[in-house]
């Protein structure tokens, strides 16, 4: 299963949150390349717009907006995302991945641009909470299974 970090920058308030997206909404963001727009409710942000600005993949090499594909390639650089030249003129052969997501990609950047009614921290906070909650309920089955099975081994000896 595809699971992505989503980072969502807040432009208006110069925030950023992290989203963890797996699942079906996960499996929609494969093909999306960097420059589409994206609707929230696959980040759990339901009303709010989103513009893919970039990723990483599981290596660490950036996406590039113009390299086409999925793919990693290397390539000749001069300037740009994944390069910075030390001096004027000065290129460099950098392995770059390509702009369509895949599944070798973890981490996507995406920026706001249109907001919802309700803000961001609050529908974040929200998912967080029901995640801790499901959590805690499996750690309590857990206890109560071992309870059960120590319970057993008493009633045989």
């Known amino acids: 299963m595809v699971e992505f970090k989503v980072v969502v920058n807040d432009t208006k308030n110069g925030k950023s949150h992290n ?3 797996s699942g079906h909404h996960a499996n929609s963001l494969i093909g999306k390349k960097i ?6 409710i696959f980040v759990s942000l339901p009303g709010y ?3 893919i600005t970039g990723g990483t ?3 660490g090499f950036a996406m590039r907006s113009d390299l086409p594909g ?3 390639r290397r390539l000749l650089v001069s300037e ?3 390069f910075k030249a030390k001096e004027e003129g ?3 052969k950098k392995s770059i991945r ?5 599944q070798d990609i973890v981490q996507i950047n995406m920026k706001v641009i249109k907001y919802s009614s309700r803000p961001i921290e609050n529908l974040i906070k929200i998912e967080k909470t029901i995640e801790e909650k499901s959590e805690v309920k499996s750690e309590v089955k857990e206890k109560e299974e071992k309870i059960e099975d120590e319970e057993k081994k008493e009633e045989k000896e």
Do not use: Y
């Open 35 to 40: 420059g589409d727009e994206v609707d929230g």
């Open 98 to 102: 390509g702009n369509t997501i895949n």
């Open 80 to 82: 740009g995302k994944g």
């Open 49 to 51: 717009k989103l513009l």
């Open 90 to 92: 000065m290129r460099k």
């Open 57 to 59: 993949d599981k290596n």
């Open 19 to 21: 989203v963890s997206v």
């Open 70 to 72: 999925m793919a990693r």
